[in-house]
């Protein structure tokens, strides 16, 4: 029976099942965590709620593997804004009606979306973690939501982390 550390390299990188050695020695030599997230939210009836999520912790877990950095366990959390009445009107809704991403008024559940400054100290609690707690040097944040709102959320993290140049936040939206 190989030693744990030997059977991660072929196997998963989810922060929360490593080994407190495994941590260190990923940490040590590459610096790297990837912090996979979106919101629980509604696709229609013939998908998932946490779809988007799912794709990033999917993405993700492929990512570290390659890199052999950990990922932290998925955040099922997003922001999302209300549509524009243009864009409303482009698929076929009134345009005067108050909805928000993919809440439609004949959807059976409403998506967890929260406010965008909620989205933002969930973020930034779970970066402090991983920079001032856990020594990490560089978050790559996977991104699943395409919400024009939960990335400008995003922009403004990555600036403010980037600013002191001791530590280094990214984000990517894959696009599935």
């Known amino acids: 029976m190989r030693a744990p550390s030997a059977r991660r390299e ?24 990837l912090l996979p997230l979106a919101p629980i939210e509604w696709h229609g009836p013939h998908l998932a709620m946490g779809c988007d999520g799912l794709l990033a912790h999917a993405f993700a877990r492929r990512l570290a593997r390659e890199l052999q950095s950990p990922y932290f366990p998925p955040l099922f959390v997003g ?5 524009k009445p243009a864009a409303l009107r482009s698929i ?3 345009g005067t009606e108050h909805i928000e991403g993919m809440d439609f008024p004949a959807n059976s559940v409403k998506s967890a979306y929260m406010r965008e400054e909620f989205f933002s100290v969930a973020v930034r609690g779970t970066l402090e973690a991983l920079f001032g707690r856990m020594g990490y040097r560089t978050v790559a944040i ?10 400008g959320v995003l922009d403004r993290l990555c600036a403010e982390y980037n600013a002191g140049g001791t530590t280094r936040l990214l984000w990517v939206y894959p696009g599935f």
């Open 10 to 33: 072929e196997g998963d990188w989810n922060l929360a099942f490593l080994f407190p050695h495994e941590v260190a020695r990923a940490r040590d030599r590459t610096g790297l965590v």
């Open 79 to 83: 922001t999302e804004r209300e549509r």
């Open 92 to 94: 076929g809704v009134g």
């Open 142 to 151: 996977v991104n699943g939501h395409g919400a024009e709102n939960q990335a």
